[in-house]
């Protein structure tokens, strides 16, 4: 059961231009969602994140919007540059002393100068 | 660079052998997570110990164990390896004082194939 999915296997964009991952969720106790960046060969790395009590989080050309009721989030990078191009992971943890993380299975996203 | 390091990078053993990871965590964290990537698979969490004590158990096998060390470094063992068992593992390190706002910092991933 896979509880955070991420739809888009890949997603293609032209430099310059906005990208949008999707990231979907089912269990109604996670209540922190980060976004991971991961290129081949490496380890993920951390990119932002977003509690449930907010509803969108910014960090310069990063924003994260959270959908509470649709159990949605996305991750919006705009412009979008060739150095993006790699591999998008969505996470979710639930609440309480629980810090494990629960991963989506990525989004492959190309950037095209 | 995360800080958080991880050896070996790659290693390659035959079924039914018995090997170990090991990582260290960013300095200050306290809590190390193993996590497992297999093909056209996500992350999946295997286990988390927190200043040296289990924390949470996740989908690992019996045949897998890990521990944490005082000086918080940690090691996973995996034994009676299987072909299925290859995949990339990758460690990550948080503070852990609170979770509403509690980050991971994962390493670079030990790949590992079974022969």
């Known amino acids: ?113 | 660079d995360s800080g958080v390091t991880q050896t070996p990078k790659h290693l390659i053993t035959a079924t039914g052998q018995r090997v170990t990871l090991r990582c260290s965590p960013r300095s200050g964290d306290l809590s190390v997570y193993w996590y497992q990537q297999s093909l056209d698979q996500g992350l999946q969490f295997l286990i988390q110990y927190y200043n040296g004590e289990e924390r949470a158990k996740g989908n690992i096998l019996e045949r897998f164990s890990a521990q944490q060390f005082p000086d918080l470094h940690s090691e996973l063992n995996l034994s009676s390896l299987e072909l299925g068992d290859s995949a990339l593992y990758f460690c990550a390190s948080s503070v852990a004082r609170s979770t509403s706002t509690d980050t991971q910092y994962f390493g670079p991933g030990t790949r590992l194939t079974v022969l």
């Open chain 1, 1 to 113: 059961d896979q509880q955070v999915k991420q739809n888009s296997p890949s997603l293609s964009v032209q430099e310059g231009r906005i990208s949008i991952l999707n990231c979907d969720y089912t269990n109604s106790m996670f209540d922190y969602f980060l976004w991971y960046k991961k290129y081949p060969a490496e380890g993920p790395t951390f990119l932002i994140s977003i509690s449930s009590i907010k509803d969108k989080n910014e960090d310069g050309r990063f924003t994260v919007f959270l959908n509470k009721s649709a159990k949605h989030l996305s991750l919006h990078i705009v412009p979008s540059q060739p150095g993006d191009s790699a591999v998008y992971f969505c996470a979710a943890r639930s609440g309480g002393s629980n810090y494990k993380l629960t991963f989506g299975k990525g989004t492959l996203l190309t950037v095209n100068p």
